[in-house]
């Protein structure tokens, strides 16, 4: 059974945990370290003979183009992750609207590929900006994979689907949407889709978690940064104890546990599974 695997790529300095202390008009001056990160992360999947998709920032693009390319020369998928990790619901439709048309060109033109799937920053794709899928929808994405079926003050929504699945747009259009995974167990929701969840439970958790999903049928859907494989990644001071826990967490263990997880079960990339996922 073949699973979805994803790179959101972005450097150190975009995550959302750290915003509070490093703004956007200082991104010039921060050490960028996402080419180094991307070309390990390249040499493992070539290790392993794996083809991922990879949610590309636009602030990355546009710095580095030259990673782009090398992510696409290597045969994987490039999706669009908006343009510089604003949240969704923080922008008007207007500004939804052209981040997202503006970067799919870019891509589209640094990969030589059609660009068809979004992920939003945070998977802020929630009820209050359920607009944006019909955006994506006229803009020419035909899957978003936002939508996360697990409640938490800055994303998810409860009780949504936990498979993939067809949504029919107010447009009149359609989208598939591809969530991040989620494990019943007990009557509650467990996330997990990979990044800080990765991190945070024993690898032999979430291999149990992938098994329980497999032998129900489920597709399971992974995602990652390139920052996670980089534990000397520079320190922030002034960013709180939970987020600094949050964004540190096993930095140094994740490369190994990111080879585990090759190793254990099959991945492909998102639209190499839509062919084969019976989305209703």
């Not at 794996?50 to 992510?71: M, S």
């Not at 929630?126 to 929808?137: E, H, Y």
């Not at 991190?199 to 390139?226: K, N």
């Not at 922030?236 to 254990?264: P, Y």
Request: positive net charge; hydrophobic residues 40%.
């Amino acid at each position: 059974m073949r699973h979805g695997f994803s790179v959101d790529v972005e450097d150190w300095y975009h995550v959302e945990n750290l915003s509070s202390v490093i703004s956007r008009s200082t991104w010039d001056s921060c050490e960028s370290r996402v080419e180094r990160n991307i070309e390990q992360l390249l040499e493992l999947f070539e290790q392993k003979q794996t083809k991922v998709t990879c949610f590309v920032l636009g602030d990355i693009a546009r710095r580095h183009p030259q990673v782009v390319k090398r992510i696409a020369t290597a045969g994987h998928e490039i999706a669009n992750h908006g343009e510089d990790h604003r949240l969704v619901y923080d922008l008007s439709p207007e500004e939804f609207r052209a981040s997202v048309s503006d970067l799919r060109k870019l891509l589209k033109d640094l990969s030589g590929s059609p660009v068809t799937g979004y992920r939003a920053p945070c998977f802020t794709i929630v009820k209050r900006s359920w607009w944006a899928l019909d955006i994506l929808a006229e803009t020419g994405h035909t899957y978003d994979a936002s939508v996360f079926p697990f409640a938490r003050t800055r994303y998810g929504v409860a009780k949504a689907a936990l498979t993939p699945h067809r949504i029919q747009l107010e447009n009149g259009r359609e989208i598939f949407e591809l969530p991040p995974s989620v494990l019943q167990l007990a009557g509650k929701a467990i996330p997990i889709a990979g990044g800080g969840y990765f991190r945070l439970y024993p690898y032999a958790f979430t291999r149990w978690a992938i098994r329980r999903l497999q032998a129900s049928g489920r597709t399971y859907f992974f995602y990652m940064h390139p920052w996670e494989i980089d534990p000397d990644q520079p320190r922030v001071s002034g960013i709180g104890a939970k987020a600094s826990f949050q964004h540190l967490l096993n930095l140094r263990r994740m490369k190994h546990r990111v080879e585990r997880l090759l190793t254990d079960f099959t991945f492909t990339t998102y639209s190499n599974l839509l062919a084969e996922i019976p989305a209703t």
